[in-house]
């Protein structure tokens, strides 16, 4: 079993950045392809960004790409995603995931195995 608990989130203007912290615990996380995903309000859960096992490969959302960066410290058992250039259109919950399966490197949402509880972004405008 992998527990994942995400963090940074909080409110920040148009044009600012954050970086969002996802930590596990149970079992270590090199063994696993990562991704974010969020969720707004009233919409479906989408994905945002995912980094395979190694780190050597990353895949972004087309909404995120150039904006977003998604990354790992297997040593300290997180992954990390740096938000810059924030809209008020990335307002949303964000939730972190973890697989074991090829697909989920490819951010697919239904090859994760774990989920974070999620961390909440909200930018004004």
């Known amino acids: 079993q992998v527990q994942l608990v995400e963090s940074g989130g909080g409110l920040v203007q148009a044009g600012g950045s954050l970086r969002l912290s996802c930590a596990a615990s149970?079992?270590?996380?090199?063994?696993?392809?990562m991704g974010w995903f969020r969720q707004a309000p009233g919409k479906e859960r989408e994905f945002v960004a995912a980094?395979?096992?190694?780190?050597?490969?990353?895949y972004y959302a087309d909404s995120v790409k150039g904006r977003f960066t998604i990354s790992r410290d297997n040593a300290k058992n997180t992954v990390y995603l740096q938000m810059n250039s924030l809209k008020p259109d990335d307002t949303a919950v964000y939730y972190c995931?973890?697989?074991?399966?090829?697909?989920?490197?490819?951010?697919?949402?239904?090859?994760?195995?774990?989920w974070g509880k999620g961390t909440l972004v909200t930018v004004s405008s």
């Open positions: 995931a973890a697989g074991a399966g090829y697909s989920a490197r490819m951010g697919r949402e239904d090859a994760m195995d774990y």
């Open positions: 149970g079992r270590t996380l090199s063994s696993y392809n």
């Open positions: 980094i395979s096992w190694s780190g050597a490969s990353t």
